[in-house]
């Protein structure tokens, strides 16, 4: 089983580095053209029940069945949603959530591990249905925190959370075995990258950014170490 596992294509939220977790916010316009030009088969696609996920599903995939689970939404980032780096630098709360490496809940909102039972276990359902009804190519449209924790679970070679970051519109191909799965031998073999960011591009985004005093908030506690 073959499964393509999707960012969402951008919304004005991701232009400006917020935390868009809960926020229903449409693709932006910028976003919708960046999508044109990817080319992906599945014979079942599962999404977000999130707006920015519907959207990139229909544009992707034409007008299928899409199936929603809403296990597969974003993390609620509480009382930091739609704010960015910047907006919060002052604010303890969120520097005490660095501090805890991203461990720590967002107040008002979702712990990480809590998040990342929900992801699986949507991602279990998709899977299921996948293996139940012989299909052998599907996607996943969901969001960049729902795709670290499916990654960071299951995926081979293993990877730190923050490593398995994508970008609007990017994604992984990843294969599974349904005998082994279903015998709870559960890894994700990966096939390829859609247009990741590489080692060096994420470096390069936060040190403009880090010298800009601009950090953006997915890349913040693994890279700006560095600088």
Not at 62 to 81: N, S, T, Y
Not at 101 to 121: H, M, Q, Y
């Amino acid at each position: 089983l073959k499964i393509w596992l999707i960012r969402h294509g951008m919304t004005e939220g991701n232009r400006y580095q917020r935390y868009i977790g809960v926020t229903d916010e449409p693709l932006c316009e910028e976003g919708r053209e960046l999508l044109e030009s990817l080319h992906i088969e599945a014979a079942a696609v599962f999404v977000s029940p999130l707006k920015r996920c519907l959207e990139t599903a229909a544009i992707l995939f034409g007008d299928p069945k899409v199936r929603i689970i809403d296990q597969l939404a974003e993390c609620d980032f509480g009382e930091f949603e739609n704010k960015n780096y910047k907006e919060l630098s002052g604010d303890p709360r969120y520097q005490a959530w660095i501090d805890s490496n991203g461990i720590l809940a967002f107040p008002g909102g979702e712990s990480k591990d809590e998040c990342a039972t929900r992801n699986l276990e949507g991602f279990q359902r998709a899977v299921s249905a996948c293996i139940r009804e012989e299909i052998t190519e599907a996607a996943l449209v969901v969001h960049g925190g729902t795709i670290m924790n499916i990654m960071e679970q299951y995926a081979l070679p293993k990877k730190e959370f923050y490593e398995w970051h994508v970008g609007n519109g990017c994604g992984y191909l990843v294969e599974l075995d349904p005998v082994l799965w279903k015998k709870d031998r559960r890894n994700l073999k990966l096939l390829e990258e859609e247009n990741s960011f590489s080692e060096e591009q994420k470096y390069d985004i936060v040190k403009t950014a880090t010298e800009q005093n601009f950090v953006p908030s997915f890349f913040y506690l693994k890279y700006t170490k560095k600088f």
